[in-house]
Structure formats: structure tokens, C-alpha cells
């Protein structure tokens, strides 16, 4: 998906770009960038690293010395170099953008016919952070640009425009992804990730609403232009993308994964000997779980960090998969003759599961059982940048799909509704296939009850195939 951070400071900003942008890591697999403004040089600096094969901070601490300024922006992205610096009619400015544009070839073939050009290729595609920023070119200001940016694109976009008077944050116009803003004295930021700020002594100031435009400068907050009421908010965010301590629209991440443990963990009739979570996503869920239960937490299962920083996830699926089985490692003395139940965020591929439910019966688990922090995925996702999903059929709710019905596309509404007889036959169709002893998916409205907000202003699409363009 990708995460970023600025800051707008009275003094130099480098360092807390720097670690700013660093605690986006968990979000972005690809690529890191920085860009600074100097008012003294009137200069911009930039940086970009592949974060393919390392992290993020290996790759930019011995370059910080060159950051001047007291204005910056940063990135951990999923998809192409960025930041991108311009300069147009609207002034010299550097962008970075947190986004998934599903009709870029229709909008690369406009903006070719409108004569304009795409210097930032990216093995041989388009940039997608430039052609955002020639759709802002084609505006009379950064808010009538912002604005073309809306009405032009499918999928999202939210974005950090680093200019000559400040910066610029624009959340995507559903507001599928977060922008938060923080400040200290003298400083303001935004990040992608509220848990960018307790080490850097920034608290929340707010949340920005759906496409809401603001400027940061040191001294002040401007809006230009009023969020919207409508909202779809990924719901992924709490199972999933999101950093325990982070917080969006003011409900924080692990509190909604406990709780939907809890939620689960009251009302499941399984006879079971201890609760664990499947690092890290799983783990607040299965302390709730453990609690709402009466069961005792095991940790059954440990993430290896030493060598397995949090930020290195190769965006190779092969590798990923590698990388994914040794940063866990089973814990026997805690698993033999024991009936352990698991939590985990979600079932995508399968492929890490098949894996772990073999390792733990290796290790003398007597029973495993498995308890997911969402629904199945039925859908994928056209909206953000879900990597783990990049097209329906390799997602394994699809594949059993079309073994049941001959075509992968039928009957979808039944399979995604909760207990429905077919729902009930994929689900036992994944359990057998896994050798688990029991599989149980949380159901949309435990989940919705967990984050707090209304469901018409939570995307739910990858469970249900509800759409919002």
C-alpha cells in the first residue's frame, strides 16, 4: 500500500523526517524517497532507494547531512520511485502520493493527447505519482488541481505536496486511506501512521476527512477546502495494514483487533487449551480472544526480529513466502500434546497457512484450530494497493469457488454471506484442505462493531463486493 510522512518546522526537519518516515515501514515494500525544501537555498533535495533487498533506514542514514530545510516530505512506497518534483505554472513543488489508480492507461493516453509528457518511467510503465501531478498541473491552483485529480482517477488517491510556502496534504476523496495530523511547538506533521508521532513528541491533532485539502505552514493550519461526508474507509487498515499503536478516525488498531478476539472468543463453543496469535497482526486479536474465552495466552509461535526487521518484505511472492516462513519460529515445548487455537489477520493465498498448520502438528500439537480477524476474501480489492491480492483468482476463496461451480464468478453473494450453505461449504472446504481442526472467519458485523464506525462509512468491498466509486 504504501505510507508517508511530512513535517513543517521553525528549526531543521531532517531528523524527524527521517524517523518519521521510517515508522511507515510496515506499509510499503518497494521503494523509500525524501525531498526537502531550504527557503535560505531555495533549493529542494531528493533521495529515492529500492528497499527491495534491505530497509529503509540502511539506505538513507548516511545521506542525511544533504537534507536542508526546514519543510520535508517522505515515503515508503509500494509502487514507483517517489517523490516527484516539478515545476510548473503553479510553482516548484515535490509530491508523493499513497494511491492505486486503476484507469491510468485511459488517463496516460489523455494527458498524451492534451501534449503533455511522462519523464519518470518505471520499468517501462508510467509513473503513477507523476501523472498525478500533471493532472494538478491542469488546474488554475493546487485545489483546483487536487480536485481534477478526484473527478479524473478510479480507485484512490491521497497525497503530501511539498511547495515553497509549506505543505499541501489532500486525503483521498472517499477517504480510503488516513491522513493524520500531528503537532508539537513549533511543528506540525502528517503521516499516513499516527504511531510516527509519540517518539517524535507529536500528539494527534486531528484526522483529515475525506478529501479535505489543508496547508501546513509552522505557524498555522489553513483549510482549503471542506471534507466531504461521504466515507469508505478501509476496513483492511484495523485487520491488517496497520501498526498496533496507530489510531484512524480515532479508533485504534489494536483496540479493534482485541476486541474482535473477545467478540469471538465469548461466543465460540470449541474446547480448547490456549490462545495464540500468528505474528504480528494476530496477536491483539488473540489476546482478546483468549480473554473473551477464558482461556490461558501461549506464545506458541515467535517472530524473529534480530535479523527480520519489520520493514523487509520482499515484493517477490517466492521470496515473500520464504521470508514470511523464517521470521516464525514454532515454539514445540509449548505446542505438544496441547489443543492450541491460532489467530491470524486473514487467509489471501493460503500458502503461508498450508506451512504453519503443518509445523505446528510437527511439533506435537494434538489439535490446531484457526479463528480469522475478518471474513473470507471473496473480492479483490480495486480501491488501495493490497499487494497480497492482485487478482481474484489468487485469492483461495476463488479458486475453491470455481472447483465447486466450473466458473470462478458464480454465486458470489451467497459464498460472502455468513452461514449461508455455501458459505458454510467453502469454509470446510479451506479447514479440510489445511488440515485444521476448526476454521472460523469473523463475520462483517463484529467487525464493523469493533471499529466503531458506521458500515456505510467503512469499505467492505473484499468481503461483500460493495462498491464505491
Known sequence: MGGFFGTVQRKACVADLFYGTDYNSHLGTRRGGMATYDADSKQFRRSIHNLESTYFRTKFEDELSKFTGNSGIGIISDTDPQPII??????????????????????EKRLLDANHHFAELSSGNTNQTELVALLITEGKTFVDG???????????????????????????????TPIVLGRKEGAYALSSESSSFPNLDYEIDRYLGPGEIIRVRPDGIEQLRAPEQEMQICSFLWVYYGFPTSCYEGRNVEEVRFQSG??????????????????????GMALGYA?????PYHRAIAKYTPTWPRSFTPANQSMRSLVAKMKLIPNAAM???KRVLFCDDSIVRGTQLRDNVGVLYNCGAREVHMRIACPPLIY????????????????????????????????LDEYATTDSPCYKRMVEEIRRRFGLTSLRFNTIETLIKAIGLPKCKVCTHCFDGSSHF
Open 86 to 107: 516539478f515545476n510548473s505554472h503553479l510553482g516548484r513543488f515535490a509530491i508523493v502520493t499513497v494511491a492505486k489508480i486503476c484507469n491510468i492507461d485511459e488517463l
Open 146 to 176: 487536487i480536485e481534477n485529480v478526484y473527478r479524473s482517477i478510479k480507485g484512490s488517491c491521497s497525497m503530501l505536496i511539498l511547495t515553497e510556502d509549506g505543505i499541501i496534504a489532500a486525503r483521498d476523496r472517499l477517504g480510503r
Open 262 to 283: 473477545y467478540e469471538m472468543g465469548k461466543t465460540d463453543p470449541s474446547e480448547v487449551d490456549c490462545a495464540c496469535g500468528i505474528p504480528d497482526s494476530g496477536v
Open 291 to 295: 480473554e473473551g474465552k477464558g482461556v
Open 335 to 337: 505446542l505438544k500434546d
Open 380 to 411: 479483490g480489492c480495486p480501491f488501495i494497493g493490497f499487494t497480497s491480492s492482485k487478482s481474484d483468482m489468487e485469492l483461495i476463496t476463488r479458486r475453491i469457488i470455481e472447483q465447486f461451480e466450473g466458473d470462478a464468478n458464480t454465486r
